[in-house]
């Protein structure tokens, strides 16, 4: 209610211009959202087979629904999602380890398939003269950050020391975050929990290093699930009638999702729609089009989403209530 409460006006804004578009068109966006969905349940489907745990296809795309609505609403940038996959995957008798295995395999996926993308968007980009020495210089860091970011990750989780000192490390700077400021005592996050969880972790990265064969198809529907999160937005666009390049929406949709991840809003509120109006402003996409049509996506998309995901995630948590 309170996101709600906090887009109203764009809300109404989105809801008045229904009158001057053909509107029919955005059903389009519901045929996307469900591929885009299923793409990554099939990705958590296969990553979980690799650990001999069999997930119900339906069952796993409830958990999904259920972490884009916890990830959009608590303002934690993307951490209650790892909390609250983790305690929802041990009703499937998923260890602690393996499910933050799963769910760093997914983001790892996900990131990598992405520079696919980015590079398919400046070539398009290039081909209509619209790559800007400004948007080649946002792309080029974004795949920079991307590939540095995964190897670093690769390097930390490779060697068990390195692994638990460094997680150790950051444990103790939390706990003396929220001990300062008042929200928990001087080990609200148990050490030797930590040790444990990230033990795990390092053997999980083992096991998957000797069956890379076997990523091949989750990176693949990785990558179908960011095409069709594009295509939603771009579907946005039609109603408008007015050409937009493809490669400027992908753009300024990596853009604004990773900025998003580091966000303390809720759904990351204001810099999503400012980054993306920005970089589609960069791309040569008129204020009259690019602000307009991001609010009416952003609003649309959380309309399809979050009711459903609320659903679900509310179905579950009654159904932990003691009789």
């Given at each position: 209610?309170?996101?709600?409460?906090?887009?109203?006006?764009?809300?109404?804004?989105?809801?008045?211009?229904?009158?001057?578009?053909?509107?029919?068109?955005?059903?389009?966006?519901?045929?996307?959202?469900?591929?885009?969905?299923?793409?990554?349940?099939?990705?958590?489907?296969?990553?979980?087979?690799?650990?001999?745990?069999?997930?119900?296809?339906?069952?796993?795309?409830?958990?999904?629904?259920?972490?884009?609505?916890?990830?959009?609403?608590?303002?934690?940038?993307?951490?209650?999602?790892?909390?609250?996959?983790?305690?929802?995957?041990?009703?499937?008798?998923?260890s602690a380890g393996t499910s933050t295995t799963v769910q760093l395999m997914r983001f790892v996926s996900v990131f990598l398939s992405f520079q696919i993308?980015?590079?398919?968007?400046?070539?398009?980009?290039?081909?209509?003269?619209?790559?800007?020495?400004?948007?080649?210089?946002?792309?080029?860091?974004?795949?920079?950050?991307?590939?540095?970011?995964?190897?670093?990750?690769?390097?930390?989780?490779?060697?068990?020391?390195?692994?638990?000192?460094?997680?150790?490390?950051?444990?103790?700077?939390?706990?003396?975050?929220?001990?300062?400021?008042?929200?928990?005592?001087?080990?609200?996050?148990?050490?030797?929990?930590?040790?444990?969880?990230?033990?795990?972790?390092?053997?999980?990265?083992?096991?998957?290093?000797?069956?890379?064969?076997?990523?091949?198809?989750?990176?693949?529907?990785?990558?179908?699930?960011?095409?069709?999160?594009?295509?939603?937005?771009?579907?946005?666009?039609?109603?408008?009638?007015?050409?937009?390049?493809?490669?400027?929406?992908?753009?300024?949709?990596?853009?604004?999702?990773?900025?998003?991840?580091?966000?303390?809003?809720?759904?990351?509120?204001?810099?999503?729609?400012?980054?993306?109006?920005a970089v589609l402003l960069a791309t040569g996409v008129p204020a009259s089009i690019s602000i307009p049509v991001v609010i009416m996506f952003r609003v649309?998309?959380?309309?399809?989403?979050?009711?459903?995901?609320?659903?679900?995630?509310?179905?579950?948590?009654?159904?932990?209530?003691?009789?």
């Amino acid at each position: 209610s309170g996101l709600i409460y906090a887009l109203r006006d764009q809300i109404a804004e989105t809801i008045s211009n229904f009158g001057r578009i053909n509107s029919s068109i955005l059903l389009l966006m519901i045929v996307w959202q469900a591929l885009s969905y299923s793409a990554y349940t099939k990705m958590y489907q296969h990553y979980f087979a690799l650990f001999k745990k069999k997930i119900p296809f339906w069952e796993m795309n409830k958990v999904t629904l259920e972490i884009n609505f916890v990830n959009n609403i608590f303002p934690s940038a993307g951490v209650s999602g790892f909390s609250y996959f983790g305690v929802r995957m041990k009703e499937f008798k998923v260890s602690a380890g393996t499910s933050t295995t799963v769910q760093l395999m997914r983001f790892v996926s996900v990131f990598l398939s992405f520079q696919i993308l980015l590079v398919a968007g400046l070539i398009a980009l290039a081909i209509e003269g619209r790559a800007s020495n400004f948007v080649i210089l946002i792309a080029s860091s974004l795949v920079t950050l991307l590939a540095v970011g995964t190897l670093v990750l690769v390097y930390i989780v490779s060697d068990k020391k390195r692994i638990n000192s460094f997680m150790v490390f950051l444990a103790k700077i939390i706990n003396w975050l929220l001990h300062k400021l008042h929200f928990g005592g001087r080990e609200s996050i148990k050490l030797h929990k930590v040790e444990e969880l990230f033990g795990e972790l390092h053997e999980n990265y083992i096991f998957m290093r000797g069956r890379m064969a076997s990523l091949k198809a989750p990176l693949g529907y990785a990558l179908a699930a960011n095409i069709c999160d594009v295509a939603i937005i771009y579907t946005v666009y039609l109603p408008f009638g007015a050409p937009i390049n493809i490669g400027a929406v992908i753009i300024a949709y990596a853009i604004a999702n990773f900025a998003g991840l580091i966000s303390v809003l809720p759904g990351g509120i204001g810099i999503y729609e400012g980054l993306t109006t920005a970089v589609l402003l960069a791309t040569g996409v008129p204020a009259s089009i690019s602000i307009p049509v991001v609010i009416m996506f952003r609003v649309l998309s959380m309309l399809m989403q979050l009711p459903i995901g609320y659903y679900f995630y509310h179905k579950n948590l009654n159904r932990k209530q003691p009789a």
